[in-house]
C-alpha cells in the first residue's frame, strides 16, 4: 500500500499494527528489507511487544530482543516507548514521515490484559473467552459503565 502510495502519487501514510509474535515470521522481515530499499517513508509500522507469544515468553520462543536494533539493521528508523502512553504513540505516528527516505519501526512496550486485574499479564486470556460475570468484573476494574 505504501509503495501504490508512492507509484500512483497519492498523499498518505500506512501503518500496520502486529504482534511481537509475528517477528518470528519470515515474511515479515521479507517486508522490512522492502520497505527501506523502496524508500517507503510513509510507512510505519506498530510492533505490540507485550512479551507473549501462544505458547510462552516471547523470548523463550525465539530471540527478538533486542526487536529496536533489528529494525534499525534493516533499515528502518525505530524507537520504542510505553505503549500504553497514547499521547506517546500518537506523537510517533504523527511524526510520520521523518523525512530521511526510511519508514519507522514503533516498539510499544505492552502487559497483556493492562488494568484487569485477573488477567494482566497472564497468557491463558490468548486462549479463553471470558465467562460473562467476568466481562463485568473487568468492565467494573476498566470504569466501563452502561
Known sequence: MALAARIQ?????????????????????EAALFAPAKQLEKLAVVVDYN?????GRSNEVMALD??????????WNALELDGHDLGALSDA?????LGNGKPL?????????KGISFMEDDNNWHYRIP???????ARKELGICD
Open 51 to 55: 512479551k507473549w507469544q501462544a505458547t
Open 9 to 29: 502519487q497519492q498523499d498518505y501514510r500506512v501503518f500496520v499494527i502486529m504482534s511481537d509474535g509475528e517477528c518470528n515470521e519470515g515474511s515479515v522481515w
Open 66 to 75: 533486542p526487536l529496536v536494533k533489528k529494525w534499525e539493521a534493516f533499515g
Open 131 to 137: 465467562k460473562p460475570e467476568e466481562v463485568e468484573a
Open 105 to 113: 519501526a514503533i516498539v510499544a512496550h505492552t502487559v497483556k490484559g
Open 93 to 97: 505516528m504523527n511524526r510520520v514521515p
